[in-house]
């Protein structure tokens, strides 16, 4: 069973930057799209980025758009997120999922958030 991981969460600055990983060490990742999502306090999840199984098409929240990249490393079994300029309304818990390369689109997951695994979190602070 896919088991994700999140990982490089932390507090960082106004205007910084951070990368985040989701890796599973066991199954391979490059059949599944792979999405970030993310849930403040009192807030719904938002779909933040989503990345196909092929990494040819990406889908990014217009809240991240420009900011934000994710991309995927099947070699590393990794898919990552790099934020940069990062503000505080970005403090959230982050989460990665994982859906079927059969199963709708990058879009899709992102909009929807219907995966079948989700990992547990990591925690991404922005303040001064």
């Known amino acids: 069973q896919v088991q994700l991981v999140e990982s490089g969460g932390g507090l960082v600055q106004p205007g910084g930057s951070l990368r985040l990983s989701c890796a599973d060490s066991e199954f391979t990742l490059e059949n599944y799209k792979i999405g970030w999502f993310r849930q403040a306090p009192g807030k719904e999840r938002e779909g933040v980025s989503c990345?196909?199984?092929?990494?040819?098409?990406?889908y990014y929240a217009d809240s991240v758009q420009g900011r934000f990249a994710i991309s995927r490393d099947d070699a590393k079994n990794t898919v990552y997120l790099e934020m940069y300029m990062l503000e505080p309304e970005d403090t959230a818990v982050y989460y990665c999922?994982?859906?079927?390369?059969?199963?709708?689109?990058?879009?899709?997951?992102?909009?929807?958030?219907?995966?079948?695994?989700w990992g547990h979190g990591t925690q991404v602070t922005v303040s001064s």
């Open positions: 990345i196909s199984a092929s990494g040819g098409s990406v």
């Open positions: 999922a994982a859906v079927s390369r059969n199963i709708g689109s990058a879009q899709s997951l992102c909009v929807t958030g219907r995966a079948t695994y």
